[in-house]
């Protein structure tokens, strides 16, 4: 099959599936046959596929919303006081019912969160990122250390100086997280 963007060929793939969504992160979805163009990367799912994702994306919404403290939350009654509408008019505003607010059951009453209940007063879309990405960052301090040239060719012989000219001077640089020096090792900092 041709992809209607670049004009590439689809090829059939099967397997877990990574998808970044705007509103509740990355997901994995396990066990999907999918056809991924192979010049721009568009994916194209057929409808038990769709429906795959669309469960995933929900139960890992539906997961963040009941993390959330019940004191974020409003009721009906007090979410349609706010927009100005009756409870009535609430249930069946078309954006609404769409996901456009979120909302969560709680027992057998459903709640709404009270910050999208707000941002959807303002701009008529009360969705925003419920995520934070996790930002895997580590922090190394390099470090200068001195050893005699002789030393340190002989700790590693498999190297020579001439391909590594820096231990022909006897100073090389070590990327470490301890803050005391390597054994052996003068600190030339």
Request: hydrophobic share 35%; with cysteine; glycine share 6%.
């Amino acid at each position: 099959m041709k992809c209607h963007e670049c004009g590439g060929t689809y090829i059939e793939k099967a397997g877990d599936l990574e998808i970044d969504d705007k509103y509740v992160g990355p997901l994995t979805i396990g066990a999907v046959d999918y056809l991924r163009c192979n010049r721009c990367r568009e994916y194209l799912f057929s409808l038990k596929a769709a429906t795959q994702i669309e469960e995933a994306r929900e139960r890992a919404l539906d997961q963040m919303m009941q993390s959330k403290p019940i004191s974020a939350f409003i009721s009906a009654a007090a979410a349609a006081d706010l927009l100005g509408m009756s409870r009535q008019a609430l249930h069946k505003h078309r954006r609404i019912r769409r996901g456009f607010i979120f909302k969560t059951q709680f027992g057998d009453k459903t709640v709404y969160l009270r910050e999208s209940v707000l941002l959807f007063k303002a701009n008529s879309d009360g969705r925003f990122p419920l995520w934070k990405p996790v930002e895997s960052t580590k922090y190394t301090k390099q470090v200068q250390y001195t050893r005699e040239r002789e030393t340190v060719l002989d700790a590693m012989p498999q190297f020579s100086g001439e391909s590594f000219p820096e231990l022909r001077s006897g100073v090389f640089y070590i990327q470490n997280t301890r803050t005391a020096p390597l054994r052996g090792y003068s600190h030339a900092q």
